[in-house]
C-alpha cells in the first residue's frame, strides 16, 4: 500500500468518524443471538404492560439503608417491577446479601448497577480504590489503563453488578468545574479518548457493561447539575470535535452504553434552558440518529435539581423516555412516573414500538450479562476477593506510569551527589505527609523543617541547601479543595529566592494555575493524589530509583501546557515496591515471616532486620522482635545492628578494591611491600589475592585482650586501661573505658610474630584484615572509619552506616548486642561487640561497622550493579569480577577476593540453592548479606543473637539465616 493511499484512507476515516456516518453494531449483542432473540421475544411477550413498563426504571438502594428504605426498594421490586437497581453507599457484606434478596423478589431479574468509577470504593466501604481518572489519563501506556477497567470490572461483576456507570469521559476543559475535575481523564479529546477506549475494553472484557458519561459532556461547566441545570454555551461545531469525539470513538469500539447529563446546551436544543436529558435534538437525532448509537442510554438521576426542578414528578421521566432514554435512572417518584407513562402508552402518546424498542434493549443486555441464567452472589471470601494482591500491584503500576515531572531546571531530579547535600523537606497542605518523609529518608538523611513564621521557617533552613515542598491535599474524594493559600505561595516564592527547592505536588495538576512565576522553583513534580503509595512512588522518583514516566494531562500553568512531559531516568538507586512486581510470591514469603517470628520465639535472638530486593527493587523490608529480651523498644527497620564481620566486605574491601583498580596494588602485591615492617617476617611474602582468599596460612584469630587483663581477677590491668581519657589513655573502648594508644602498634607486633599455620589449608583469619586496615590509613593518612564516609557512604546515601555510632546517633536507636562479663564488663550497646576492634577504638579492618539492612542492600546492589549505583561508578564492572572469583577452588577454597562464596561441597554458608556466580558474607553477632547476580536478589539478614550470651549458638546450629535464604529462592516465581 502506497503512503499516498494510506494518507487517503486515513483522512476518510477521520470525517467518517467526524460525521458520525460509521454504522455502530450492535454492542449489546450476545454470541449466541438467536437464543438471546428468542428469549428477549419469550419474555417479552409474557409480560403486561406494568411489567414492561416497570422495566425502563433503575432505582436506587442503600446496603447500609434503614429497614424502612429497605422496605420501599423491596415494594418497588415486587409491585412496580422495576428493571434494575443502582446501589450507593453500604458494604459489600451487606450488598450482597441485599442484591440477593432483590434478585429473589423480582419476576424478572433485574440488571444491577454501580458508580464505580475508581473502583467500588466510590460507594462502599472495604473495598479497593483505583487512582481517579486524572492520574490515569498521565499515564501513557494505555494497557496499563485496560487492565484497569479489568479489575474494576471483575470487582463488579464479583458483587452480582451487571453495569458500571464508568468512564467518565467529559474533557475537562474548565479548571473550576465542580463536579467533574479529578474524574476525568484529561481535556486532550485524544488521550481522553484513548484511555476511555481502554478502560472499557478492559472493563467488558471482564463481563461489566461501560457506561461513558455525562453526554453530551460535561467538562466545561462552572455549576454542578445536582444542584442546578448547567449550560455549555460553545457551538455546535466545536462541541461535535472535543465534547463528542471520545462518544464516537467508543461507538466504534463496542461501548454499550450512555449516560445523558442534565445540561443547558443551546447549540444542539433550541429551547431555553431545557435540560439535555429532556431533549428529542439531542438524545434521539443526535445521539442515536447521527452517531448512531445502538447501545442503552441512560439518564442521569432524575432526581438531581439540574433536569427535576424543569417540571414536576413523573412528568419529567414521561418526557425523558419521550427524548428517547431508555432507563430511566433513580426517578424522584417512580410509581408516579411507571403511571404517566402506562398512560401516555394507553393513549397513543407512546407507541408500542416505542416501548418495545427500548424493553427489548433492556432485556437484550439482561441475556447479555447472563440474567437468563442467573446465580446469586457468593458471600464466601467476598471482601479477599474484593481487595486482591493483584490489585495492590496494579495500583503500584499505575502511580509509578503516571507521576509527572514538569519542571527540572539545571537537571536537580534525580538527587545526585548526595554526600553534598543538606536536605529539608517542608510540608504544605491540609493533609498528611508522613509516608513522603519516610520514604525519602531510606534514600538520604532528610529532615522536617518547620517555622511559626515565614522569617523563622527561612532562619531554620539556613543550614539547608536543597528543600523539597510537599504539597499535601486530601484526596480523600475527588471534589477535595486543591488550592495553595495566600501565605502559602508567599512562602514558596521566597523559599525558591533563596534556596533549591523541588515542589511536589499531591493534588490536581490545577493547584498550580494559582502560582504566579514557576521561576524560582528548580524542580517540579505532579503526584495527583496524597496517598501513601503516590507519596512513596513520588520520593523513590525524586531520589532516582524510578523513572519519571507520566505525561501532563491538562493544562496547569501558562508555562505547563497540556503534555507537558520531563523524562527523568532512574540511577539505578534501589527501588521499593512489592513482590510480584519482581516476580515473587508474597504468599511464599510469608514462610519468611514464620521462619523471623520461630526465631524470636526460640530464643535465637532477640529482634532481627530482614530485607529482600529483586531487580533493584526492595520488595520486603521488615523488623522483628524487640531491642533485648522482654524489653519494651521494638525493633525499627532505622535501628543500627554491629555487622561483625560483614565489616570485612562493606568497608574495607571495598578501598582495597578501589587502591587495586588504580593500579596502587594488584593481586600479587606481597604483604611486605603494602607494610614495610613486615619485611624480614613470615609474613613478608603473603600475596594479597592469598591473604583475601583466606589461603595464606594465616592464624584464624588471636584474642589480644586476654593479655591485657588480670590474669587472677579477669579485670582489664590498670596499666592498659583508664576509666577517663588523659595523657596516653585517649583510644575509647567502650562506657568509661580507654585504653592506651600504643597497644594497637603491640596488636600489629603480635600478628607479625605469629606463626604461620604448618601446611596450606583453607582457613578464615581475621589477621590479614587488621594488616589491610594498616595498609589504608598509612596510604591515606586518615582512618578506615573516615575514608570510607568519604569514599562510599555519603555518596551512596548509606548515612545508617557507621564505625562508632554513639557519635551520630542515639543510643536508643542501636540493638545493644551482648552483656559483657568477660571484658570490658557492661552492656554494649553502640560499641564493637568484637574485642579487637574495641582495642583499636571501635574501628577495626574485621569488624566494627554499624548500619540497618536498608544501608547493607544499597552496598550490596552496587556491587550486584557491576560498580554502579545512584548515577556514580564506584568502580569498574571488571574490578567486581576479579574481586568475585573464586582462585583456588581446584584447592577446594571456595572463597573469592575478600568475598565469601556458595559451597563446594554439602555445607557451607548458603542454602545451596544459590548460583555460583553469587557472593556475600557473615557476621558472628548473627548477621548475613549475599548477593545473586543470577536472579538479581540482595537478601540482607541483621540480628543480636549475642544478646544477653554470645554462647548462645542456636542462631547458627538451627541454620536460620540460610533457611530463609531458601524460602526467599522458593518464593522466585518467574
Known amino acids: 500500500m502506497t503512503r499516498r493511499i494510506r494518507s487517503i484512507i486515513t483522512l476518510l476515516t477521520f470525517l467518517c468518524i467526524?460525521?458520525?456516518?460509521?454504522a455502530q453494531q450492535d454492542p449489546l449483542l450476545a454470541q449466541n443471538a438467536q437464543e438471546q432473540q428468542k428469549w428477549v421475544d419469550s419474555l417479552y411477550d409474557q409480560m403486561t404492560l406494568d411489567e414492561k413498563v416497570g422495566q425502563l426504571f433503575m432505582v436506587r438502594a442503600y446496603s447500609n439503608g434503614n429497614q424502612k428504605h429497605i422496605e420501599e426498594v423491596e415494594k418497588l421490586v415486587?409491585?412496580?417491577h422495576v428493571g434494575g437497581i443502582i446501589f450507593s453507599k453500604g458494604a459489600p457484606y451487606k450488598q450482597a446479601l441485599l442484591n440477593n434478596k432483590l434478585q429473589a423478589l423480582a419476576q424478572t431479574k433485574m440488571l444491577m448497577a454501580m458508580d464505580a468509577e475508581w473502583g467500588l470504593a466510590m460507594r462502599l466501604d472495604s473495598t479497593f480504590a483505583y487512582p481517579y481518572n486524572m492520574m490515569l489519563g498521565a499515564v501513557k501506556d494505555d494497557k496499563i489503563i485496560e487492565k484497569v477497567g479489568q479489575r474494576i470490572g471483575e470487582h463488579t461483576r464479583r458483587l452480582g453488578m451487571h453495569i458500571n456507570f464508568a468512564p467518565d469521559?467529559?474533557?475537562?476543559?474548565?479548571?473550576?468545574?465542580?463536579?467533574?475535575?479529578n474524574r476525568s481523564f484529561g481535556e486532550d479529546p485524544e488521550n481522553v479518548a484513548r484511555k476511555a477506549i481502554a478502560f472499557t475494553k478492559g472493563m467488558q472484557s471482564a463481563g461489566v457493561l461501560a457506561n461513558a458519561k455525562h453526554f453530551p459532556g460535561h467538562g466545561d461547566t462552572e455549576s454542578d447539575s445536582h444542584k442546578t441545570l448547567p449550560t455549555i454555551s460553545f457551538s455546535k461545531e466545536r462541541i461535535d470535535s472535543v465534547e463528542l469525539y471520545p462518544y464516537k470513538r467508543l461507538f466504534q469500539e463496542g461501548l454499550a452504553s450512555v449516560m445523558v447529563a442534565h445540561l443547558n446546551v443551546p447549540s444542539l436544543e433550541s429551547r431555553q434552558n431545557f435540560p439535555s436529558t429532556l431533549s428529542k435534538a439531542i438524545v434521539t437525532d443526535l445521539l442515536k440518529e447521527r452517531l448512531n448509537f445502538k447501545g442503552l442510554i441512560f439518564t442521569d438521576a432524575m432526581e438531581m435539581k439540574g433536569v427535576a426542578n424543569y417540571d414536576d414528578p413523573g412528568e419529567v421521566d414521561l418526557k425523558a423516555f419521550m427524548a428517547g432514554n431508555d432507563i430511566l435512572l433513580i426517578s424522584a417518584d417512580t410509581p408516579k412516573a411507571i403511571g404517566k407513562i402506562v398512560e401516555a402508552y394507553n393513549n397513543n402518546t407512546i407507541t408500542e414500538e416505542r416501548l418495545a424498542h427500548s424493553v427489548k434493549k433492556i432485556l437484550k443486555a439482561k441475556f447479555k450479562v447472563g440474567l437468563d441464567n442467573y446465580a446469586d452472589v457468593a458471600t464466601e471470601n467476598l471482601e479477599a476477593d474484593l481487595n486482591a494482591l493483584d490489585d495492590y500491584v496494579?495500583?503500584?503500576?499505575?502511580?509509578?506510569?503516571a507521576i509527572t515531572v514538569v519542571q527540572n531546571k539545571y537537571g536537580i531530579l534525580p538527587i545526585k551527589n548526595l554526600e553534598k547535600k543538606k536536605i529539608a523537606y517542608v510540608k504544605f497542605g491540609d493533609d498528611q505527609g508522613a509516608p513522603f518523609l519516610q520514604a525519602m529518608q531510606r534514600y538520604a538523611k532528610v529532615d522536617e523543617v518547620s517555622g511559626d513564621n515565614l522569617a523563622d521557617l527561612l532562619e531554620n533552613l539556613k543550614p539547608y541547601n536543597t528543600v523539597i515542598v510537599g504539597f499535601h491535599r486530601s484526596d480523600a474524594t475527588p471534589w477535595k479543595a486543591f488550592k495553595f493559600t495566600d501565605k502559602e505561595k508567599v512562602w514558596l516564592y521566597e523559599l525558591g529566592r533563596v534556596k533549591d527547592v523541588v515542589l511536589d505536588v499531591f493534588a490536581k495538576p490545577y493547584a498550580l494555575l494559582d502560582l504566579q512565576t514557576l521561576t524560582n522553583l528548580e524542580g517540579i513534580i505532579v503526584s495527583y493524589q496524597n496517598n501513601a503509595v503516590a507519596q512513596d512512588k513520588s520520593a523513590q522518583v525524586i531520589f532516582g530509583g524510578l523513572t519519571a514516566k507520566g505525561i501532563l494531562p491538562v493544562t496547569s500553568n501558562n508555562e505547563l501546557p497540556v503534555g507537558t512531559s520531563v523524562v527523568v531516568n532512574n540511577i539505578k538507586r534501589l527501588q521499593y515496591g512489592l513482590p510480584e512486581s519482581v516476580g515473587m510470591s508474597s504468599e511464599r514469603l510469608k514462610k519468611v515471616d514464620s521462619m523471623a517470628q520461630l526465631t524470636i520465639k526460640s530464643g535465637m535472638s532477640p529482634g532481627l532486620q530482614l530485607l529482600i530486593a529483586r531487580d533493584g527493587r526492595v520488595i520486603y523490608n521488615k523488623a522483628f522482635g524487640r531491642h533485648i529480651y522482654g524489653g519494651d523498644r521494638n525493633v525499627k527497620e532505622t535501628d543500627l545492628y554491629d555487622l561483625a564481620s560483614l565489616t570485612k566486605i562493606l568497608a574495607t574491601l571495598p578501598v582495597v578494591m578501589k587502591l587495586e583498580e588504580d593500579g596502587v596494588i594488584d593481586f600479587n602485591t606481597r604483604l611486605g611491600q603494602m607494610l614495610p615492617d613486615l619485611q624480614k617476617s613470615n609474613k613478608e611474602d603473603l600475596s594479597l589475592l592469598k591473604v583475601l582468599s583466606h589461603y595464606a596460612r594465616l592464624k584464624p584469630w588471636i584474642p589480644f585482650y586476654i593479655s591485657t587483663l588480670d590474669s587472677a581477677t579477669k579485670k582489664p590491668l590498670p596499666k592498659y586501661y583508664s576509666k577517663d581519657k588523659k595523657g596516653k589513655f585517649d583510644v575509647k573502648v567502650a562506657d568509661n573505658m580507654?585504653?592506651?594508644?600504643d597497644l594497637n602498634d603491640s596488636i600489629f607486633k603480635e600478628i607479625k610474630d605469629s606463626d604461620l599455620l604448618s601446611r596450606l589449608q583453607y582457613r578464615y583469619s581475621d589477621l590479614g584484615y587488621f594488616l589491610m586496615k594498616r595498609f589504608i590509613e598509612d596510604h591515606y593518612g586518615e582512618s578506615l572509619a573516615e575514608i570510607t564516609q568519604k569514599q562510599l557512604y555519603q555518596p551512596l546515601g548509606a548515612f545508617h552506616t557507621t564505625f562508632n555510632p554513639l557519635t551520630k546517633?542515639?543510643?536508643?536507636?542501636i540493638v545493644p548486642t551482648e552483656i559483657d562479663d568477660y571484658f570490658r564488663n557492661q552492656t554494649l550497646q553502640g560499641y564493637v561487640h568484637d574485642m579487637g576492634a574495641a582495642?583499636?577504638?571501635g574501628v577495626g579492618g574485621h569488624a566494627g561497622l554499624f548500619s540497618t539492612a536498608n544501608d547493607v542492600a544499597k552496598i550490596m546492589q552496587m556491587y550486584l550493579q557491576n560498580g554502579y549505583y545512584g548515577g556514580d561508578n564506584y568502580f569498574q564492572p571488571t574490578t567486581i569480577d576479579r574481586f568475585n572469583t573464586c582462585y583456588f577452588c581446584p584447592e577446594d577454597v571456595r572463597r573469592g577476593v575478600g568475598f565469601d562464596k556458595p559451597q563446594l561441597g554439602e555445607s557451607g554458608p548458603t542454602c545451596g540453592c544459590v548460583s555460583m556466580t553469587s557472593f556475600g558474607h557473615s557476621g558472628f553477632t548473627g548477621t548475613y548479606a549475599w548477593a545473586d547476580p543470577d536472579q538479581e536478589l540482595v537478601y540482607v539478614f541483621l540480628s543480636n543473637r549475642t544478646y544477653p550470651t554470645m554462647e548462645n549458638r542456636k542462631l547458627i546450629t538451627e541454620g536460620v539465616r540460610t533457611t530463609i535464604?531458601?524460602?526467599?529462592?522458593?518464593a522466585i516465581v518467574e
Open 839 to 841: 582495642m583499636q577504638g
Open 18 to 22: 467526524s460525521q458520525g456516518s460509521i
Open 965 to 970: 535464604q531458601e524460602y526467599i529462592y522458593e
Open 169 to 181: 469521559v467529559d474533557i475537562n476543559t474548565n479548571p473550576d468545574n465542580p463536579i467533574i475535575g
Open 809 to 813: 546517633f542515639k543510643k536508643g536507636d
Open 738 to 741: 580507654y585504653i592506651r594508644k
Open 78 to 80: 415486587k409491585d412496580y
Open 394 to 401: 496494579l495500583r503500584e503500576e499505575v502511580i509509578e506510569n
